[in-house]
């Protein structure tokens, strides 16, 4: 349902609950495991975690899923699609139990937390059921269902304390990391589970994330993407967010931060002005908007007015000039009336993001919104509504992308085009996908920053030359 490539994401489609297969582990020999991820980058990290739990037990990555002894498939509750695709593909996974009945199946994440008994219902095969908070039980409760022949082992229990501290997550080499600095969430948006399948928000201590972020550096990698629900509102102790990021800009080898996503009434003027004075620190932001009517956002429960969230768009912009912005928006929110959905249209033609990601109201059990308001709108509404909002920021885009052509922007080389063995792409700073030509007898390096002067543009992409001398 988004427009364009999700914000900091290795996946453009993770966002979306489409599927990440990520064989994480470390190299112990031993019993092999295989997780499968959905969701947001909080739950490809969070893979990754469990990767590094599991590999000091002695498990090893499974190359697929016919030679695992473990099959995990961590998911996401945050729209009804996302959980249909993981009872489909739950089924689909059953093949690799009949062919092995030994094979344990394991559902973790979100949708764990949420969907116990539905899971254990409509896929009673499932070996094992563990909510976002348990997963330093993960290797006991292998052993547990291995033992007990009928129901799943089930742990999802959320706990207050738990920001898995200590531990390291077991990352494939890369450039572009993952560290979690705030786990829960505090907010109870109207629409949003995540509060109920996350618990609530806590900080991760700086120790712990300064830690992570050297490792990621002394193994290589050139980039750091602070995740967090609310990530902007991260407090431990005396450490706030732009404490956090005055720390890690300290941090030798990584040559960009990124954090993703931060609540707009968290957003304070110290944290601007770091961002400001930080090369480092990227002049990309995702800004959750969510809606453009002053009484949605008031029944969404957002803490801001659209007038509000204009003025803070200006200030960043007056301090960042030239910062790349993306938004999400739902449509067809209880109640949204044409005017209300033609304020979010304005919105979006006034603020000029980058892109956006839209999507249409899902109702998610549990929250305020599924209690007290009724999902009203016509499913058809929602789609044209939809459609159309995607017509328009596509537009945007485009034009947006193509006020580029002629600059030279720098970029972090990611490798290899997909679409073409003779082109390379990377980012830019401000979050662009930038596709060039490999330059003749020079081949930088994944996570090398290169001067490209940009020639063309998609909606979506850059397209230029590598500047040489
Ligand atoms: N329905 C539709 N979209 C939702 N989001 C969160 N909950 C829902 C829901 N119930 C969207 C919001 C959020 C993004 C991650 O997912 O736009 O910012």
């Known amino acids: 349902m988004s427009t364009s490539l999700n914000p900091n994401q290795a996946d453009p489609n993770a966002h979306n609950g489409e599927s990440n297969d990520m064989p994480s582990m470390g190299l112990r020999p031993g019993r092999r495991v295989f997780i499968e991820t959905y969701g947001c980058q909080m739950n490809l990290a969070d893979s990754e975690l469990m990767g590094g739990i599991l590999g000091t037990r002695g498990y090893t990555a499974a190359p697929n899923h016919d030679e695992a002894d473990v099959i995990l498939i961590n998911t996401c509750a945050v729209r009804e699609r996302a959980e249909e695709r993981v009872f489909g593909r739950l089924s689909h996974l059953l093949q690799y139990k009949h062919a092995r009945p030994e094979v344990i199946l394991g559902v973790t994440g979100c949708m764990a937390e949420r969907l116990r008994e539905d899971i254990t219902e409509r896929a009673p095969y499932v070996d094992l059921v563990v ?75 700086p120790s712990e994330i300064l830690r992570q972020c050297r490792d990621l550096a002394e193994r290589g990698y050139k980039e750091v993407t602070l995740l967090g629900q609310t990530v902007n509102s991260y407090r431990h102790e005396d450490t706030d967010f732009a404490d956090l990021l005055e720390m890690l800009v300290d941090v030798d080898g990584l040559e960009r931060i990124r954090f993703t996503s931060p609540y707009p009434t968290d957003f304070t003027p110290k944290l601007i002005e770091t961002m400001a004075a930080h090369k480092k620190i990227c002049n990309y932001l995702h800004l959750p908007l969510q809606s453009g009517s002053d009484r949605m956002l008031e029944q969404m429960k957002r803490l801001y007015t659209s007038g509000e969230f204009m003025e803070l768009v200006e ?109 390379l792409c990377g980012r830019t700073d401000d979050f662009k996908m930038t596709v060039f030509p490999r330059p003749e007898g020079i081949s930088p390096a994944p996570g090398e920053l290169v001067d490209v002067r940009v020639d063309d543009a998609t909606s979506h992409t850059l397209l230029g030359q590598m500047v040489t001398e």
Request: charged share 35%; hydrophobic share 35%.
């Open 131 to 205: 909510g976002p908070d348990a997963y330093r039980r993960l290797p006991e409760l292998i052993e547990e269902s291995q033992e007990v022949e009928a129901d799943p082992v089930v742990d999802v229990k959320l706990d207050r304390d738990e920001t898995y501290a200590g531990l390291s997550p077991r990352r494939q080499a890369g450039i572009s990391g993952w560290v979690t600095v705030q786990r829960g969430c505090d907010k109870f948006c109207t629409f949003c589970i995540v509060p109920f399948v996350r618990g609530r928000e806590r900080g991760v201590a």
């Open 315 to 423: 200030r960043i912009r007056e301090n960042i000039p030239d910062i790349a912005m993306s938004t999400d928006i739902i449509v067809g929110f209880p109640g949204e009336s044409d005017e209300d959905y033609a304020q979010t249209v304005e919105m979006l033609e006034k603020i000029r993001f980058d892109f956006a990601y839209l999507f249409k109201y899902s109702e998610r059990d549990g929250t305020f919104a599924a209690r007290k308001l009724e999902d009203d709108i016509d499913e058809e509404v929602k789609h044209q509504r939809l459609a159309a909002l995607i017509e328009r920021q596509e537009e945007i885009s485009s034009e947006i992308f193509a006020a580029q052509v002629g600059k030279t922007k720098e970029v972090m080389v990611v490798g290899e085009s997909k679409r073409d063995a003779n082109d």
